[in-house]
């Protein structure tokens, strides 16, 4: 069941490509104005990060253009990757091994076949309730109490965020809006676009016009200037790509806002994670933007938001 | 083809990522010595070797464990290649321990490079132990052999001693500088020096 019988999708695909034609080009000027220049290293690495949005756009337009099963393989595959950069800087110990076993080999699959199912009731309480007390149990019986607290919680939270959080943007083909059957593929693309757009125009912004920081002892490179100007413009982005959705145009405009407001926490936290284990990246899987985790990090507290945003007031 | 699919196994549950300090395309027989605590260990450092070196590269292992059962003979004999050597443990085994130390001298001979693991066994939490003495006599019998540390970080993590089942954790194999025998060195201090050029591989990763 292909979605690409549906105009706007093909649209929305279509204005991706297009800006990342845009963004190659630039990209390629941008080095040919530097060449050898100080700043050579910063342009070496824009153009690395618009190599890797290539390959990233096109993997997920492909699962996009195959329909929900398509999705739902891609997320499943990305929060296994997640998991794995999170419990590797996680401090585990050897008792942990088989609670982890069944995070990484059960958990996981299981959560994308309840969205597969459809089965919104367990989908919601699954992780949260049920494997917490699973990740609990396992660990305990495994009997080293050393740091029990902090070793299940780890674990927990690496289960939340990678699996659980990450899962409602394919969870969101569940959702039954009147007048909008078979296009919640589209609301996908809108919540990631937005939330992806959302960091490059807070990246672009913040090394254009940014000067004082908001949070230096998290992260860097997080500007006032980037936060809302890269706020302001991808609410407007998200305005504008309205039609794509069940929303209106205000409406869309709110969902994009508050999307990247919760892609921002999202980012501050998963940094705030990163100092607390002493590393720089999650991981080296994407050229130029670190591990799965850095890219999705916005994404992971954007989705549950906005899925239940939309449920709440579009879902009758 | 076994022993290839299963490198590829080895290298996707691992996810590691191989660094090298040392020439990686060399084509010289050489020892490549490693910390050990997973049986992840040897086919993750085999899988990291470039393909012809790989060819020409067989672990060392101790025949108490790899003889005991039918399937671990087989993995030993057949798949790996592995030169299986006696682990003595007390003073008494002196012959053994020599004619294995022979046995190992004999491989290089033939052109044949060695993934040897000194601490002689499996640890459990991470750290590197002792290297026992068969490093040394190796190397005073092929003094001209390259000495290769590896450093592999997380295999206790994917695939501890006890478990079968992996958890895919990232692993990363260092390839450190060729090892620098200083002349007359006394063994005690070879070996500390040896272990301590591991240890240092995996603070700097």
């Not at chain 1, 253009?65 to 739902?72: F, P, Q, R, Y």
Request: charged letters at 15%; one cysteine or more; hydrophobic letters at 50%.
């Amino acid at each position: 069941m292909s979605s690409l019988h549906d105009v706007a999708l093909i649209r929305l695909l279509g204005g991706i490509v297009g800006l990342l034609v845009v963004a190659s080009i630039v990209g390629g000027l941008m080095r040919w104005q530097i060449r050898g220049g100080p700043n050579r290293e910063m342009v070496d690495n824009i153009n690395a990060r618009i190599r890797a949005w290539w390959i990233m756009a096109l993997v997920f337009a492909t699962s996009v253009a195959i329909g929900a099963v398509g999705s739902i393989v891609l997320f499943t595959i990305i929060s296994f990757l997640a998991l794995r950069e999170f419990v590797t800087i996680a401090p585990t110990r050897p008792a942990d091994h088989r609670a982890l076993f069944w995070c990484f080999f059960i958990v996981t699959p299981l959560e994308y076949l309840l969205i597969w199912f459809g089965w919104y009731g367990l989908f919601a309480i699954f992780i949260p309730v049920y494997v917490s007390m699973l990740v609990a149990i396992r660990t305990a019986v495994a009997g080293d109490t050393e740091q029990f607290l902090q070793r299940t919680a780890t674990t927990q939270w690496g289960l939340l965020i990678c699996v659980y959080f990450v899962s409602y943007a394919p969870a969101l083909q569940m959702l039954r809006i009147p007048g909008y059957e078979q296009q919640n593929a589209k609301l996908m693309v809108f919540l990631v676009v937005v939330v992806q757009l959302s960091d490059v125009l807070q990246y672009i912004w913040g090394k254009s016009v940014g000067k004082r920081r908001i949070a230096p002892s998290l992260s860097p490179n997080k500007t006032w200037a980037g936060c809302i100007g890269g706020t302001l413009s991808a609410t407007a982005i998200g305005a504008a790509i309205w039609w794509a959705t069940p929303f209106g145009p205000v409406a869309a405009g709110l969902m994009a806002f508050v999307v990247t407001v919760m892609g921002f926490v999202g980012g501050l936290i998963m940094s705030a994670i990163k100092r607390d284990r002493g590393v720089k990246d999650y991981g080296s899987l994407i050229e130029g933007h670190g591990g799965i985790l850095d890219r999705i990090d916005s994404l992971c507290f954007a989705a549950p938001v906005f899925f239940h945003l939309t449920r709440f007031f579009f879902v009758p | 083809m076994i022993a290839a699919s299963l490198a590829a196994a080895t290298r996707l549950v691992t996810g590691a990522s191989v660094h090298w300090l040392c020439d990686r395309s060399s084509e010289t027989p050489r020892i490549y010595f490693a910390n050990h605590s997973s049986h992840l260990d040897f086919v993750l450092v085999w899988s990291s070797l470039p393909p012809p070196a790989r060819r020409r590269a067989r672990p060392v292992a101790g025949s108490d464990y790899w003889q005991q059962t039918a399937m671990r003979r087989y993995f030993a004999d057949r798949v790996f290649h592995a030169v299986l050597i006696q682990r003595s443990s007390n003073r008494a085994d002196a012959s053994a321990a020599q004619a294995s130390v022979a046995r190992m001298a004999e491989e290089l001979d033939h052109g044949q490079s060695l993934i040897v693991f000194p601490e002689g066994t499996r640890r459990l939490d991470g750290e590197v132990g002792a290297f026992k003495s068969g490093l040394f006599h190796l190397s005073q019998l092929r003094p001209d052999v390259e000495l290769i540390p590896v450093y592999l970080q997380n295999l206790n993590r994917i695939l501890p001693k006890g478990e079968i089942l992996p958890v895919p954790m990232l692993g990363r194999v260092v390839f450190g500088r060729s090892f620098e025998r200083h002349r007359d060195e006394p063994k005690p201090a070879f070996l500390s020096r040896a272990r301590h050029a591991l240890v240092e591989l995996g603070v700097a990763a």
